[in-house]
């Protein structure tokens, strides 16, 4: 209601000087591939807008004569003088920033942070970012470059996986063109499932997240794939230590249409196979990445995109064991602009993850299979309501169908029974409505709600499960019935404030709602951790976030400072009993875990060098992490395993010359909080450890100096091409990747502790091309 | 167990790169100490045997002296009740107990004043009808593995332990099983685990294998000590001490169990 006071009382001011107004609406695009362009500034003086994911953008002033500027990151500034006298659409193409002129300058991100806008803990990377970061083994990776960012800290050496203040790896909502990918990891954790070839945009939100996100805690990581070149053809490719790449894009109809295929297949298994070690050469691993998309205009109002992702890992152990999953999404988009006010979109998408096991040995052959799958359905409108408010409200109707694991016999001699444990069905709908106000030049307002209603669906038998663990009480459901239905509200509120031309401050507060909870009992993310639904007795996880920040720009824009600072309080967090089996043959995993609370806040500092020869950033982040959850360390708050005090990345990239750029980036973080034995006893003529407290001591800290250098190769009309080097670790620094404990090789008589360090001095070249 | 295998993967493709083990200096708190009870009671007899010790601090030698003087009793669900003798410092023993199958037994610690009890029930005897050594890959390797076969009764709910002696020395491997998966079929189980370093089988050794049928309430314990990181290694994000049948706060387990026991020399 008070919303609405306040849209009745806006329109009742725009009456109040009316002046005639139109409309300029249209796309920003790349002259060079046809490519949308997301968050391109679309401005004339004060008055100002960015386009939107499609690129579309809207801007309603009074009549008049202007000079409109565009820009984006890496192009260069359009400028182009225009008479507002009527409603006008425009197609706006901008160039990309020539490297070619004597003083190279790059501009590493948007100039500007917008300081206006009241969105805050959100970073943006491009794929340009991204490209001179020296990462493991030359694969240029999104989810290793965002690490690098204050607030979101990596989830192990080397690992793709990642924690966004203090939340846990599961509670990060990570989308490919709309769609969920439930396990973005390929080979234990070291590669993320995103080619960065594919790759046009990678927005996180690490909080103040906007009504049409929802479904989990900590962060949006929404990456937006390429729509392929709609002027020319072009292939680029890439041949590195473990893997090769291949990207073909170019219009169907030139201007109207255009598809981008893009793969990736890693060859380690092939060094493997020329190993003279046996215990290397019968075994098998490798991963492959399949990207496709294709869009089509149909008119100046319409545009359909449909773009897919499959991705699978393959393990093998000789004969005996083999493992493969992956991911497989679909997204079917259409765009429709109804007036030069309001853009629609609506998506059809489908989610998809599976793993499967075999092992075979001898008379106990047999198959896991598990998988969780989505269809998912969603509108939005964005409504340019007036030039101050700018209004976007939606639906998501998501049905999941998990099936938890299947074990199955392979042969008729294999002594394992058929397993099935139930099918878990849910309907997950959310409605939102939010609208960024332009309250006065200095204030901006963003609000809105989303309401999330979670249905578990039937068939299947739920549990009550007592203190101990044990269940209690069965009841059976039939196909279709409802079990229960979760219905949360989930309000939303963003505000900025200008302070002067170069500075703001911003304070946010939101709600978020998880109702897939991921069980992972295990120091290494593996591909077997188990999705699981909200059922009866795991309820919703709850996280509401309280944020403030400040923003300066610095010498002439080429310089931004900022600083936040969050506090985050989760409920119903999920945890595990002393001794559980997450693959227990029962449908009542309940019985195997612990509910509780968690708390986290931290300070976070970036200060980023944006322009010029030398660009890069410092960022700091001082955080705590902790759990409250009774039956552990007797229901005493302790510390997150992934409560880091100290965080700090310095990431550099400077370019020497026109052929040469060179880039280092260096990491220091606290050790996670780990459990380690407090003691020994004697059981079974063995010694055994003694643990008192759950995460009551800390991996030692972690850091890492890492150097990368470009070499841009001899240019040709159509063709160009690159050599990248990398040394990972390049102090060699051993970093312990796990400590174990165990009796003494030397003397029996005493127990050691292990320090297990992976990755020292990895050196890796890799050969890039484009024509 | 594909978990295991997945982990002892990793190593695997680490050799690949430049992994490297060190053994380190941590400061590791001091801890109050514990009481340790290993309660055993067999279907042979003279079996019943008790060990009790105390926790050491992790930076103290592995000498684990026993605790003496303790009073312990073994009751039967028939009523019946045995003390049992300290017949070694912290070795409490009886001769005149055998345990019988379907019959639960509860077992009694009193030291210091404090009181300590466990009960575990000796389930139905199932036969081990074979025990042959195959010559199996893994990890590259060819290795000799011993084979028990045994017949699951119908009806979940049997748990079951093995004990593996390569010449007499007992390994310090647990090998268990239940019957979630098999209930009901002809079983086997390869007594190995993935990537591990036992001592290998060659030729001319003797391999005896005992086979316990236990308490699901035991199975729990070892299935918690090998996922829990009660042996030290770091898989479990959570290490915790195994999840044990003896009531009051002592380490340990008490298991009433069947045993028989199968050799087979390697050709």
């Known amino acids: ?771 | 167990m594909w978990r295991k295998i997945y982990l002892n993967l990793l190593p695997v493709i680490a050799v690949a790169f430049t992994s490297c083990e060190k053994v380190i200096d941590i400061d590791l708190n001091d801890v109050e100490k514990k009481y340790v009870i290993e309660g055993v009671l067999t279907d042979e007899a003279g079996s019943a045997t008790v060990l009790i010790s105390q926790t050491k601090n992790f930076s103290d030698n592995n000498e684990f002296t026993g605790v003496t003087g303790a009073a312990v009793t073994i009751s039967g669900s028939d009523g019946s009740t045995t003390a049992l003798e300290e017949v070694q410092p912290g070795v409490y023993q009886s001769t005149a107990l055998t345990g019988e199958s379907g019959k639960k037994y509860s077992l009694s610690v009193e030291t210091d004043g404090k009181t300590f009890t466990a009960s575990a029930t000796i389930p139905a005897k199932v036969n081990m009808d074979s025990l042959y050594i195959t010559e199996d890959y893994l990890f590259g390797e060819i290795r000799k593995t011993a084979n028990v076969q045994f017949k699951d009764p119908p009806g979940r709910g049997q748990s079951y332990r093995f004990i593996q002696y390569i010449n007499g020395v007992k390994e310090k491997r647990i090998f268990i099983r239940n019957d979630d998966y098999t209930d009901g079929n002809s079983s086997l189980v390869k007594l190995r685990s993935p990537g591990d370093g036992d001592e290998e089988i060659k030729a001319g050794d003797t391999i005896k294998v005992q086979m316990l049928c236990i308490d699901p309430a035991v199975y729990n314990y070892w299935y918690s000590f090998l996922s829990g990181g009660a042996s030290g290694d770091s898989n479990s994000a959570s290490p915790a001490n195994p999840v044990s049948n003896i009531n009051g706060g002592a380490l340990g387990y008490f298991s009433a169990h069947t045993l028989q026991t199968k050799e087979v020399v390697i050709q």
């Open chain 1, 1 to 771: 209601m008070k919303q609405l006071f306040i849209l009745w009382c806006m329109l009742g001011g725009l009456t109040g000087y009316a002046q005639e107004k139109f409309t300029i609406s249209g796309t920003v695009k790349s002259k060079r591939t046809g490519e949308t362009i997301i968050g391109a500034s679309v401005r004339s003086g004060n008055a100002g807008t960015t386009s939107n994911e499609y690129g579309f953008f809207s801007l309603t002033l009074p009549k008049g004569n202007y000079l409109l500027e565009a820009g984006a990151v890496g192009m260069a500034l359009h400028t182009q003088s225009i008479v507002l006298d009527k409603n006008l659409t425009l197609h706006i193409s901008l160039e990309e920033e020539a490297k070619t002129l004597d003083n190279v300058t790059i501009v590493a991100s948007s100039k500007s942070r917008s300081l206006s806008s009241p969105q805050m803990g959100i970073e943006r990377l491009t794929t340009k970012e991204i490209k001179n970061i020296p990462v493991l083994l030359g694969e240029r990776d999104v989810l290793k470059t965002v690490q690098l960012l204050p607030g979101v800290k990596s989830a192990g050496d080397g690992n793709s996986g990642f924690f966004v203040r203090g939340g846990a790896a599961d509670q990060n909502l990570i989308l490919l063109d709309e769609a969920t990918v439930y396990n973005a990891s390929h080979l234990l954790g070291f590669f993320s499932t995103f080619n960065s070839d594919a790759i046009k945009d990678v927005t996180v939100y690490k909080g103040g997240m906007p009504a049409q996100y929802g479904g989990r805690l900590s962060s949006v990581l929404d990456i937006k794939m390429n729509d392929g070149n709609n002027q020319d053809y072009s292939v680029s490719g890439g041949i590195g230590l473990i893997s090769a790449k291949l990207n073909v894009e170019g219009p169907v109809q030139k201007d109207r249409s255009s598809f981008l295929v893009t793969g990736r297949r890693t060859y380690a298994d092939m060094f493997l196979k020329l190993s003279n070690d046996s215990t290397l050469n019968r075994n098998t691993l490798y991963f492959y990445d399949l990207n496709a998309k294709l869009n089509y205009n149909f008119g100046d109002k319409d545009r359909l995109y449909v773009s897919g992702y499959f991705g699978k890992d393959v393990l093998k152990a000789g004969d005996t064991f083999g493992l493969d999953w992956g991911n497989a999404t679909g997204t079917v988009r259409w765009n429709h602009i109804f007036s030069n006010k309001l853009f629609s979109n609506t998506s059809f998408i489908i989610s998809n993850y599976n793993y499967n096991i075999s092992i075979r040995s001898g008379a106990n052959d047999f198959n896991i299979f598990s998988q969780i799958r989505d269809w998912n359905l969603k509108q939005e409108f964005q409504w340019y309501l007036t030039p101050r408010n700018n209004l976007r409200f939606g639906f998501n109707s998501v049905y999941h169908i998990i099936r938890p694991g299947e074990v199955r016999p392979a042969n008729d001699q294999s002594s394992i029974n058929l397993a099935l444990l139930q099918r878990r069905y849910s309907w997950e709908n959310g409605i939102y409505a939010t609208n960024t106000w332009k309250a006065s030049d200095k204030v901006n307002i963003t609000y809105g709600l989303r309401i999330t209603g979670f249905s578990i669906l039937g068939e299947g038998d739920f549990f009550e499960v007592d203190g101990n663990g044990k269940v209690t009480d069965t009841m059976s459901y039939k196909k279709g019935e409802f079990v229960k239905t979760y219905i949360n509200p989930e309000p939303r509120l963003a505000v900025s404030y200008q302070l002067n031309e170069t500075s703001s401050v911003k304070a946010s507060y939101v709600r978020n709602v998880q109702n897939l909870h991921l069980l992972s009992n295990s120091t290494t993310a593996s591909p077997t951790d188990k999705w699981v639904a909200s059922t009866n007795i795991i309820k919703p996880e709850i996280s509401d976030q309280v944020a403030i920040g400040y923003y300066k720009n610095l010498w002439d824009n080429n310089y931004e400072l900022t600083a936040e600072a969050y506090y985050k309080d989760m409920q119903n967090q999920v945890d595990y009993r002393d001794g559980a089996d997450v693959f227990i043959n029962s449908d009542a995993i309940e019985s195997q875990l612990l509910f509780g609370k968690g708390r986290a806040y931290g300070l976070e500092w970036q200060f980023k060098k944006k322009t010029g020869k030398l660009t890069g950033w410092l960022s700091y982040t001082l955080s705590k992490t902790e759990k409250q959850i009774n039956g552990i360390n007797n229901g005493r708050w302790y510390n997150a395993r992934q409560d880091r005090t100290h965080d700090l990345a310095l990431v550099v990239s400077y370019q020497l010359s026109k052929k040469w750029s060179v880039s280092g980036n260096w990491i220091y973080y606290t050790g996670n909080a780990v459990t380690f034995p407090a003691g020994k006893y004697r059981v079974d003529d063995q010694v055994v450890f003694y643990y008192t407290e759950r995460n009551g001591y800390r991996m030692p800290s972690y850091h890492r100096l890492d150097l990368g250098a470009t070499w841009t190769l001899k240019q040709r009309k159509r063709f160009s091409s690159e050599l990248t080097f990398s040394l990972y670790n390049a102090y060699g620094r051993e970093n312990a990747y796990t400590i174990s404990f165990r009796e003494s090789e030397d003397d029996p008589n005493k127990t050691e502790a292990v320090r297990l360090a992976l990755f020292k001095f990895i050196p890796s070249v890799s050969y890039n091309f484009k024509f």
